[in-house]
């Protein structure tokens, strides 16, 4: 699993933020365990048949956790080239006292921001990859060839 906001929490300025992006690679037969992991006392999780349908369609849906209101978006990873590439380039990171989770490379999550950037204009995703910017180390030639191969270099000349 790859922890979007955990990564942004990890590679870029700290914030507090009431909700975690994961990025699963299950099969739809694998619905059933995500309904017995996330339970439904403890969380709100839609009925097994639409966490199936969501899984085929490599879609998303979300879970929110009833005591404390944190949003949880499942996002079921996409068959594509960068995605399988970004999957394979996580990285184990401390997430919470005794815990850890994989996380996505800073360089893959300001590639995943540049897109969303593209897609909607929001800012917010150039504050994020500048914090990331600002405090880690990158690989710039794995940058350069996924900027250039899903052509957001525009969106990256705005940074």
């Known amino acids: 699993m790859v922890v ?21 690679d299950l099969l739809p037969s694998g619905a059933s365990r ?16 639409a966490i199936a349908a969501e899984l085929a369609e490599r879609g998303q849906f979300n879970l929110i956790h009833q005591s404390t209101g944190i949003k949880i978006d ?29 996380v996505a490379s800073p360089e893959d999550v300001i590639i995943k921001k540049l897109q969303y950037f593209r897609e909607g204009g929001s800012e917010k995703h150039l504050r994020d990859i500048r914090g990331i910017l600002a405090h880690c180390e990158l690989d710039r030639s794995y940058m350069e ?14 940074i």
């Open 4 to 24: 979007g906001s955990v990564a942004s929490m990890i590679y870029g300025e700290p914030r507090l933020t009431k909700d975690i992006d994961l990025v699963i």
């Open 34 to 49: 995500l309904t017995r992991i996330f339970l439904f006392d403890e969380f709100y999780c839609p009925p097994e048949e």
């Open 74 to 102: 499942i996002i079921v990873r996409k068959d594509t080239e960068h995605a399988r590439e970004e999957f394979e380039r996580r990285r184990r990171k401390p997430f919470w006292e005794n815990y850890e989770a994989f």
């Open 145 to 158: 060839f996924w900027i250039d191969r899903l052509r957001i270099g525009d969106e990256w000349k705005r």
